[in-house]
């Protein structure tokens, strides 16, 4: 299953690529480094964004909002400036391309593949402009450099990243025992009380961690929510919640806590002050059994088949376990899995994937790593084909950056076999040939090279190739045959 492996863990083999002699071992050798994205010029920083966010949202919550109160088409009209200068409409499509870009020309696909897993993991959904200004630098500069170390890295450094941390309204949670907490409950001038807010203590339990295998309770979230007060961004008077994290204890709830029947019960001053104690907890939860279990079939969900077994899974977990939870391990473990099971299962692919999979093989080119004049920031709206890969991915119901829902998207087949969403891929493999690159002939010879080249069992999608159709049926054809939707 050489060649569907590929597939499966990767984008497919490219018009000028060859099979790796031993495919298992290309994949795990992918993942002893992280790769430099594939951009020819610099790359904004997480806090570059959070200063546009912040003159983003300032600019139009502290100024316009005032001075155009009277006046909704002046407000419009201005807010629409301000939507070019801070590039509110500039930076989702400008990582979607990135993204893009890096999975189509890298050496290491694989790896590629399972930065995207993560991504979707550990989603952010569409709100507050985090997707406009955030949600792709996060991806690049959170996930990313922590794919190296240990899940329990991992988990810790997105748990309290400004993305997340906003995301998820841990600004509002704040002890009510804790010193700013007693204050402003007893200040008969305020008029809004403070208290725990549990969002990120639960989506932390229940989707980044133990999940609900672990049958914890309402009381175990009141706990983890305790745990995580005075995480929070510094307010500035110039970017107002854009501003960077910092644990600030006098917003914090003193424990001892009890978490799925552990007591944590930390005296040490340094410890509680500096906001360590979720670090200690969030150790026992990302080693936790249910935990490994839970990772195991998500990774099994994605690379292999949508109800992996227990033998699969426990090859993963039994990885993890003798590596401490390195995540280097972990993913070897998961391509090897994908590698001996993969030939009994099919997996059908996200809108994303199948997007990626078919740009890969027919060698499309609506991605912008070839582009004369770089992709960057000037003050301005982005042009059209710079906003080709957003408008295709919104097309296909698979707005990677928008996730409605915190667990992201469902990576399940019944998930997207909809008749739209099927009608979707349809429409947009119909504009494969405006894609398509210019110097290539797209011929029946063309198309039985991509078949042989990327299936062990090429003979029913030959066929299926064979049958006369005009030039744009061929893609739509082979992009929507049962042999390229599953992998």
Request: hydrophobic share 35%; proline share 5%; glycine share 4%.
């Amino acid at each position: 299953m050489s060649r569907d492996f590929i597939r499966k863990v990767a984008f497919g083999l490219g018009l000028e690529e060859e099979l790796p002699n031993d495919p298992l071992l290309w994949s795990q050798k992918q993942f002893d480094e992280i790769p430099n994205l594939i951009w020819g010029h610099p790359l904004p920083s997480l806090e570059d964004q959070r200063k546009r966010y912040g003159q983003w949202v300032y600019g139009d919550r502290k100024v316009l909002r005032k001075k155009f109160k009277n006046d909704r088409l002046l407000y419009e009209n201005e807010k629409n400036k301000l939507r070019k200068t801070t590039g509110e409409k500039f930076f989702e499509t400008f990582e979607l391309s990135v993204r893009h870009t890096s999975a189509l020309a890298t050496d290491s696909p694989a790896f590629e593949r399972m930065w995207q897993f993560w991504g979707n993991f550990f989603a952010i959904s569409e709100k507050d402009f985090l997707a406009s200004f955030s949600t792709g630098v996060y991806q690049r500069e959170i996930i990313r450099p922590n794919m190296n170390k240990t899940f329990e890295d991992l988990v810790y450094n997105v748990t309290t990243s400004w993305c997340m941390l906003h995301h998820l309204d841990n600004a509002e949670n704040i002890g009510p025992s804790s010193k700013r907490g007693i204050s402003i409950n007893s200040d008969p001038q305020e008029k809004s009380k403070v208290g725990l807010n549990e969002n990120h203590a639960r989506e932390l339990l229940e989707l980044h961690t133990v999940s609900p295998e672990a049958n914890y309770t309402q009381e175990d979230v009141i706990e983890m929510a305790k745990v995580m007060t005075g995480w929070k961004y510094l307010w500035n008077k110039k970017y107002l919640e854009a501003g960077p994290i910092k644990f600030q204890d006098e917003y914090h709830e003193n424990g001892p806590y009890k978490i799925l029947g552990k007591i944590y019960d930390i005296r040490d001053y340094n410890t509680v002050s500096q906001g360590k104690e979720l670090k200690v907890v969030i150790k026992d939860l990302a080693n936790h059994p249910s935990t490994k279990k839970h990772i195991a079939l998500k990774l099994c969900q994605h690379f292999i088949c949508d109800e992996p077994n227990e033998e699969m899974m426990n090859k993963i977990i039994k990885a993890w376990d003798q590596s401490d939870g390195s995540l280097i391990d972990i993913h070897k473990a998961t391509m090897k899995v994908a590698f001996e099971y993969g030939n009994n299962f099919k997996k059908f692919s996200m809108p994303e994937l199948w997007l990626l999979q078919n740009s890969k093989m027919l060698d499309l080119k609506y991605y912008l790593y070839s582009y004369p004049k770089g992709f960057e920031f000037s003050g301005s709206a982005p042009r059209t084909k710079q906003l080709l890969v957003k408008r295709i991915l919104e097309q296909l119901g698979h707005p990677i950056y928008r996730a409605k829902q915190p667990n992201g998207y469902v990576d399940l087949e019944d998930e997207w076999l909809s008749p739209e969403l099927i009608i979707r891929r349809l429409a947009v493999a119909r504009r494969f040939p405006e894609m398509s690159n210019s110097k290539l002939i797209y011929d029946n010879e063309f198309f039985e090279n991509v078949i042989i080249s990327n299936f062990d069992e090429p003979s029913n999608l030959l066929n299926l190739m064979k049958t006369p159709t005009t030039y744009s049926d061929k893609f739509v054809i082979f992009a929507n045959s049962p042999e390229v939707m599953r992998s």
